[in-house]
């Protein structure tokens, strides 16, 4: 049960000894003059790519899945880098499970986060076809109508072949994984809030229900054979 | 250059002016459905003649008398409510049923709770189902009944026929699947690598919303986004609201389904197809699908993105009945229910079918069976 000591995620990026300030005031104030600018620059291409018309604007998948990225490794190596310390003392059975939750948390939230991104790119996909069309048509001078309806064909065909993908389903299947160990640790920790309270945890109450459940066809058994045999007697 | 403006113009135009209407009908959908609707379901009046555990036996007379003795059972799947075939008056499977002269039993397998998570697919076609069935011959003085079954509650049916031929008149089976090994449906292809062990160990039952979830995600573009805008678009028509908040009643009253049940419905079903091999057991018992020897009508749906008919068809040819029919019909899963072309259709067929049994026309008419060679049409789209 002894956990080990957390390793360092990977993905932690030593910073390179060149970018390193210096001491000096006016280094500190260059590095932070440096970081504003970059902030905004990415802010800006960002906003740009948003912005963009034809049907380009509409496959933004690398700021989504930036995005996703920089906020995985923030909850990973900031948030839960604080909590994950591996548990000692009197208490260190329930930090255990509190760490399981927490890192079950974070694993679920990417997995919904990849999962969630997957479905709305079969819906970005489907605009930019829609773009397309409508960009043919008018080229062609011909009149461009029912929208609505040619979308819902479109997300429709998009979706429906993102469904049969195995990249799809890879990433439904880690959802409903990461979701279910999500559940067993947050029942885990609600075992010893019950046991605590004195009130009758879900696998105590599942341990009755399935004796119950064996005597009621044990029972059932029984009386089944004792009608064949009072059918044979008489 | 002038067309390309004045197609532009005109589609932005349209676009204004659609988008002005529906802002305008989301306005009164407060208003409307503030109002008070005629949306009740369910409502042929029955009586409840058997309950066992949540199990309850409902049982609808015949207004006109019973034309055809032999008592109808309809076993409704374990998903969703059975209430779905009795949606409104005028477009009921329920009322054809009776109109069509059957005395007509259907199960309520009510609503599961974290205690009934033991119960397995034998506990329901050889338990609950088999006593169920002994009720009905005990009142209605008969050893036979008619057995319909939807769904998933047609797959229990057919369990049940190879299980206990003697104590089933005639079979229908309806959007039933049998043969589980199929890429036509999302269904069959998602459920092939399902974790169902982590699933249940986490969850105990099924949670029925969790289902709805999954159904819904076969096809978003259909089933989220147009069917709401349809409902934008038509929310002055009275009659088009009480349906549609019919059906959302219906389609959101999902209760949850047995832990043990569902996988082994999953694993042996979906992941190893048993059933159609004749190598599925229950409580060690195989179900032999040869031994369903009795007539079988199996109806399925053409557009069936649940249930596709490669999935149902199958059945005829594994069964042992020698008068077993397959009748596909030009609508999807739930459209054989609640169409009101197939309306026309589903009901009248099956008393039709079941009477010309009933009167021993066919009977012995020798192999009604289509050549093997037949096979179900293709699925369109």
């Not at chain 1, 997995?111 to 069309?133: G, P, R, W, Y």
């Not at chain 1, 309270?197 to 059932?220: F, G, N, Q």
């Not at chain 2, 209430?83 to 409104?88: A, F, I, P, V």
Request: aromatic residues 8%; proline residues 6%; positive net charge.
């Amino acid at each position: 049960m002894n956990k080990p000591l957390r390793e360092k995620p990977q993905s932690r990026k030593k910073k390179p000894q060149n970018s390193v300030a210096g001491d000096s005031l006016p280094d500190m104030m260059k590095e932070l003059e440096d970081l504003r600018q970059r902030f905004f620059l990415e802010q800006r291409e960002t906003f740009d790519r948003f912005v963009a018309s034809g049907p380009g604007a509409c496959c933004h998948d690398d700021p989504c899945t930036e995005v996703r990225n920089r906020w995985q490794n923030f909850v990973r190596d900031e948030l839960l880098h604080g909590f994950l310390v591996t548990p000692v003392g009197p208490l260190r059975q329930y930090h255990e499970k509190f760490n399981r939750l927490m890192e079950a948390f974070a694993e679920w939230e990417a997995a919904c986060q990849v999962f969630i991104t997957l479905m709305t790119h079969s819906m970005t996909l489907s605009l930019a076809d829609l773009q397309e069309k409508i960009r043919d048509r008018l080229s062609a001078g011909r009149p461009v109508d029912d929208l609505f309806p040619q979308w819902v064909r479109l997300f429709e065909d998009r979706s429906l072949a993102l469904f049969r993908s195995a990249e799809f389903m890879a990433a439904m299947h880690k959802a409903l994984k990461t979701k279910t160990a999500l559940v067993k640790a947050q029942e885990e920790l609600m075992e010893d809030v019950l046991k605590v309270a004195h009130i009758p945890t879900l696998s105590e109450m599942d341990d009755i229900s399935r004796d119950v459940y064996l005597l009621k066809k044990r029972i059932e058994t029984l009386e089944k054979a004792m009608k064949d045999r009072h059918g044979r007697t008489r | 250059m002038d067309g390309r403006a004045d197609s532009c113009h005109r589609m932005i135009a349209d676009f204004l002016r659609q988008s002005a209407k529906d802002l305008d009908h989301l306005r009164r959908i407060p208003g409307i459905l503030g109002r008070e609707l005629s949306a009740e379901i369910g409502a042929t009046p029955y009586e409840i003649v058997y309950t066992e555990d949540r199990i309850r036996l409902k049982h609808y007379i015949p207004p006109q008398g019973r034309k055809i003795a032999t008592p109808l059972l309809v076993v409704y799947a374990l998903i969703n409510r059975e209430t779905m075939l009795d949606l409104q008056p005028d477009r009921s499977v329920i009322q054809g049923l009776l109109q069509g002269g059957a005395d007509v039993y259907m199960i309520d397998w009510g609503r599961p709770t974290r205690k009934d998570r033991f119960l397995t697919i034998d506990d329901h076609v050889n338990g609950y189902m088999d006593r169920v069935i002994e009720f009905i011959h005990r009142r209605e003085k008969t050893n036979q009944v008619n057995l319909i079954g939807i769904c998933m509650g047609g797959t229990f049916c057919v369990m049940y026929a190879a299980l206990h031929p003697g104590k089933v008149r005639n079979l229908v089976t309806s959007v039933s699947p049998i043969q589980f090994d199929t890429d036509k449906g999302l269904l069959h292809l998602w459920m092939k690598d399902l974790d169902i062990d982590g699933l249940i160990d986490a969850w105990g039952n099924i949670p029925g919303d969790f289902l709805n979830f999954g159904f819904l995600l076969l096809n978003p573009a259909r089933l989220v986004i147009e069917k709401y805008k349809n409902f934008i678009d038509n929310i002055e028509n009275i009659s088009f609201v009480e349906n549609f908040v019919r059906m959302e009643k219906w389609i959101f009253d999902s209760p949850d389904v047995p832990a043990e049940t569902f996988r082994q419905y999953v694993k042996d079903c979906y992941q190893q197809n048993l059933l159609i091999r004749n190598r599925m057991h229950l409580n060690g018992r195989r179900v032999d699908l040869r031994r369903i020897t009795m007539p079988v009508l199996n109806f399925y749906g053409r557009y069936d993105h649940l249930v596709p008919p490669e999935a149902c068809a199958p059945l005829i040819e594994k069964s042992g009945s020698r008068d077993a029919q397959n009748v596909c019909l030009d609508t999807g899963h739930i459209g054989i229910y609640v169409s009101s072309k197939a309306q026309k259709e589903f009901a009248p067929r099956i008393t039709r079918w079941l009477m010309e049994r009933e009167q021993g026309e066919k009977s012995t008419a020798g192999r009604m069976r289509p050549p093997r060679k037949r096979k179900a049409p293709p699925p369109a789209g």
